[in-house]
């Protein structure tokens, strides 16, 4: 089963997209509530809006499967990243708005889990370890690019407002001090957005998991306000907005990359 899309790039730049996949198999997604079918937890357009990173030579993993197939940024024990705050699991029972995913009585059992790991969850994975390290091996040191979006208000997963921009580097242990000072200082130069280092999202599972700058890797966690690049209630993409969200990106990562 063709369950992600690798293009292998000839920078030392891996860019991962684990929640730009909206498909869901016919068979569970008539298990789900009718809200849920279509959804609506994505990371909307990610791939669209990264698409400029090809002509940096980067390497992109892309998933086909929805979040509510498997979550990719969630580890296989399922333990939780932020403990003592809402989140969502391995499996979402619940989304983001804190209503349930499934139908009464369809939630997915252990062993139903246990299969979605080896069928989706395991190939993602295994593509993004062997891209990091054949980048690695060629370059001297990689750098793990995690993309992500999520709708700017979402009282169920955090108070208030999120901020335009979300750094998140698990407090400055995924990736070198400079990567980390490089990417605070172009958030300085630019206006248009607001901007937090480590704040609500510090990165999930893949920043914490693949982050090993001792060993040449790494990585970054940038989580967006879908305010800034898309409609949030219709889901459809704003070129205008869009190619302002682009740039800001782009000189991100080129700045990152050192």
């Known amino acids: 089963m063709d369950v992600c899309t690798l293009h292998r790039g000839t920078a030392p730049l891996l860019i991962s997209l684990p929640h730009d996949g909206s498909e869901i198999p016919d068979a569970l997604a008539a298990r789900m509530t009718p809200e849920a079918r279509c959804a609506p937890d994505t990371d909307w357009h990610v791939s669209r809006l990264y698409a400029f990173a090809r002509d940096l030579g980067a390497s992109i993993l892309v998933p086909r499967y929805s979040r509510y197939v498997i979550d ?25 708005s804190g209503d349930p995913v499934y139908l009464p009585g369809e939630v997915p059992a252990a062993d139903e889990i246990a299969q979605r790991i080896e069928t989706y969850w395991r190939p993602y994975h295994d593509a993004l370890r062997d891209e990091l390290d054949r980048l690695r091996d ?33 407090s400055g242990a995924s990736c070198v001090p400079a990567v980390q000072q490089r990417i605070e200082a172009a958030l300085r130069t630019q206006n248009d957005y607001d901007w937090v280092v480590n704040g609500r999202f510090k990165g999930g599972y893949i920043t914490r998991h693949y982050g090993d700058p001792a060993n040449g890797i790494d990585a970054v966690q940038l989580e967006i306000a879908q305010r800034i690049y898309m409609d949030e209630a219709s889901f459809g993409y ?16 080129v700045a990152s990359l050192g």
Not at 76 to 84: A, E, I, K, T, W
Not at 238 to 253: E, F, G, N, S
């Open 72 to 96: 990719l940024n969630r580890p296989p024990d399922d333990v939780s990243l932020y403990p003592g705050q809402n989140t969502t699991g391995l499996c979402p029972t619940v989304r983001f």
């Open 138 to 170: 060629i370059h001297g040191r990689a750098l793990l690019w995690e993309g992500h979006s999520i709708r700017g208000e979402c009282p169920f997963l955090f108070d208030g407002r999120l901020p335009d921009l979300n750094i998140g580097t698990v």
């Open 238 to 253: 704003d070129d205008a907005l869009a190619a302002r969200a682009r740039q800001a990106i782009h000189d991100l990562i």
